[in-house]
């Protein structure tokens, strides 16, 4: 089948026990009116028989004996439906912390290899009248934006719409690269080889220049944090919604955009969980804010995804709520776009992961070095405005769980949803102790702008 | 710490992710009379106050920088206790079929290498009044045989006795290695490099001759099935018991060994299972049947644990009852034990696992090779007499999940356990579809067995 665009296996080649490439989302439910004991079984029957599926979920990779590894994709006859499609419940009392632990669990653990790179569960015994949906989807199929509208791709603003499909079987949105079979095996492969050809001089240039620009032009540098090590591949989740009028409100009321508030939310939280850590660096800490660039109706070229990045000065040094905000604002105002247009490739590297497989260690700035490039991702993906629904059952929260890298052992991606803003907080499990504290230090944030902003006293 | 034997870093270094080398299992117990509602909670938080860890249960690899990576043990000052003990539920029905499901995904993924190597699973919502409890081990702490042996050093003859340990908290036997730190760090050192410098010469001498001696001297040899194929990472689990009676009266009126009936049961099982799947060898398959020769009061050396194996003609190619007892019967009866005092090196070697990594795999017949050595290993494992409790609560089945090895993609290990017969079935869930029919099929060839030694008609 298709040869393996270089986007697509370097996510293949960089994953490891420590490392995997997957990412996550979790989504609660609120079950319609009326629904029984056996609700969720005939659910999870009707989903089961729907065996239909878009390509991206069929395709397995293929091991040719070939420099890199993994080049070709494959597709699976007969998926394993029973394998991808997991029925879960949760242990008494099945309160959310049992939700999220077992979400730690699912999102800790590698996808097998060996079959299309996905799995989805089905929740059960949450103690309210809500169900919940994990689904990890391997980065080499779809980024955490695609995997994300993928989900959302399934929801209705019916309510009386029965008809949602499973995410598996959600056809691809316009514009969405699915079919990398679609070109001749022969122009695939040659441009495979171009690629991986051109591969080390180019990440080469686009590294340096970038670590050139962000260390002379910029006035900030990140400090070495407790959050910038080495990771272990063991994972702990944390998710909360908060309500967006207050974001909004916030943000009128001081004159600056929402996402500045949020950041402002995410510095005050690290601040007082780094102070509960005795582990606060002297210097303001530096958040990397991704862009998506990507373009819908982008054709042909497999790379279409594209990725911008601000970098940003958290003001964690400050203790004041409202100047933490000012600083914040005012460096994503000035901020230059610094990592334009980047490949998945070059952001993975940017990002700091371990290249030596590739030969690459020696780019500066890159492995182990005494100075992160940033201290953690914040990323906000904009998610959909309405109150939606999927068969019935009304969307309650969408929780995005993230990749973690090498000396980037916290990430924060939050997502809107109708009314709300749905934080999720991915961790290394040994690296960042106790990480569903932040959850609370956020809602302390959120409630000294408020009160900074003089929208409450 | 203490250096690690090598014969504990062999099962680090040959594992991957399809080839996880923890070994597992299942016990299943009834709820002591008058259990309420919040009993497997209460349970739960008792045990989890029992911080109390063997030596065995604390340690985790080190990675210093080493010809062959995993040498070194050390301690974890304070284990995750939420990470390793970990509260788990089956969704609806709550039937053994859930359990069985969930102790398959467990059983499939990687243990954490950046902690101690072990997790234990606490699962409720069983739909009648029983709870169960799935352990997973690394291979390099425990072998199969000491990990069961440990789950039952928890358990007590006594209904009353509510003072009973979680598995890790249960201190070694006498005889049992704990502590490899006893020895001068130097000492172990030294024995370690003796034993990395021997071991490619002393293996292939070690495989040459095994190998020679099995072609050339037995009358037997395994046919290629679809059993011996490399394997991929997931894994399917079934499990279930027989009563010890029912075995016992065959192999009374047989004349043979209860043993000898537990092979004609795999043997008839394997034979309706590989019809079914039109896939049944003309030459009869080869079982290896390991005989363990550890000795209880060993003290000392690090390597205490020797096996050894007879390779055993299942006479799959007859399609009577009776005849298929009277092969198996003579030819354990015959057989030489062909693989003496194996160490667990030697022992994982011959089972076919690819070696590469250690420069061995030109050696020969042990690497796809065309015909396997034999074609699955069937393991019993002697359990406890007498019917046992776990804090007053019955212990009804412990069931083992072993490890799969390329070119063997099923086990059978089977436990005595009181009046059972407690089998555990252990396959590759891409290349043994359909695992669960191999319980129907046993249970047939056991009934095939009675009518043909006249116990029933």
């Known amino acids: 089948m298709a040869f393996m665009p270089l986007t697509d296996s ?3 080649l960089v994953e490891s026990r420590e490392h995997p490439m997957h990412v996550g989302g979790l989504q609660l439910f609120r079950k319609p009116e ?3 004991d056996d609700y969720l079984i005939k659910l999870r029957e009707d989903l089961r028989a729907k065996t239909e599926m878009r390509s991206a979920f069929r395709r397995k990779p293929a091991r040719p004996v070939n420099i890199l590894g993994y080049t070709r994709w494959v597709e699976e006859a007969e998926p394993d439906m029973d394998y991808h499609f997991r029925h879960s419940a949760l242990p008494q009392p099945g309160r959310i912390r049992e939700l999220l632990e077992l979400t730690s669990r699912w999102h800790s653990t590698l996808l097998d290899r060996h079959r299309p790179l996905w799995e989805i569960h089905l929740v059960e015994g949450l103690r309210d009248d809500r169900f919940a949906m994990y689904s ?15 989900l959302q791709s399934t929801l209705s603003e019916d309510p009386d719409n029965r008809d949602c499909l499973p995410p598996w079987a959600s056809p691809a949105r316009e514009g969405e690269r699915d079919t990398p079979a679609a070109r001749s095996p022969l122009v ?9 050809g051109g591969i080390p001089s180019a990440v080469t240039k686009v590294v340096n220049e970038a670590v050139r620009q962000q260390t002379l032009t910029l006035p900030m540098q990140a400090p070495k944090t407790m959050l910038n090590v080495r990771i272990g591949g ?3 989740f944390a998710a909360q919604s908060w309500p967006l009028d207050r974001v909004r409100t916030v943000a009128h009321a001081a004159g600056v955009s929402r996402n500045d508030v949020v950041l402002a ?14 582990a606060l660096p002297d210097a303001p800490m530096i958040a990397m804010v ?13 790379i279409g995804n594209n990725i911008g990045a601000l970098l940003c000065n958290l003001g964690t040094d400050r203790a004041d709520a409202a100047d933490r905000l000012k600083v914040i604002h005012k460096s994503m105002r000035e901020g230059k776009r610094i990592f334009k247009d980047l490949t998945p490739i070059q952001a993975l590297l940017l990002s700091g992961v371990n290249v030596a497989q590739l030969g690459l ?24 405005r309405k109150t939606m629904y999927w068969n019935g059952a009304e969307l309650d929260g969408i929780y995005p769980a993230s990749v973690l890298l090498d000396g980037q052992a916290l990430n924060i991606t939050l997502t809107s949803n109708g009314d709300n803003l749905d934080f999720g907080i991915t961790g290394c499990r040994r690296s960042v102790p106790h990480l569903q504290r932040i959850l609370t230090h956020l809602d302390t944030a959120l409630t000294e702008l408020e009160v900074a902003s003089g929208v409450t006293r």
């Open 10 to 12: 370097m996510f293949l």
């Open 361 to 384: 260690s020696t780019v500066p700035g890159m492995v182990t070095n005494a100075k992160p490039p940033f201290n953690l991702v914040i990323s906000n993906v904009p998610g959909p």
């Open 265 to 278: 939310m995410c510095s005050g939280a690290l601040r007082d969980y780094l102070i509960e850590q005795r």
């Open 34 to 36: 009326g629904a029984g």
């Open 136 to 150: 990890k989807v391997h980065h080499a199929l779809l980024d955490g934006v695609a995997a994300l509208r993928q």
């Open 290 to 302: 991704p862009v998506s660039m990507r373009k819908r109706n982008d054709s042909g070229e497999a």
């Open 188 to 196: 695939t492969a040659r441009e495979t080889l171009r690629q991986l």
């Open 234 to 236: 063991a994972r702990r």
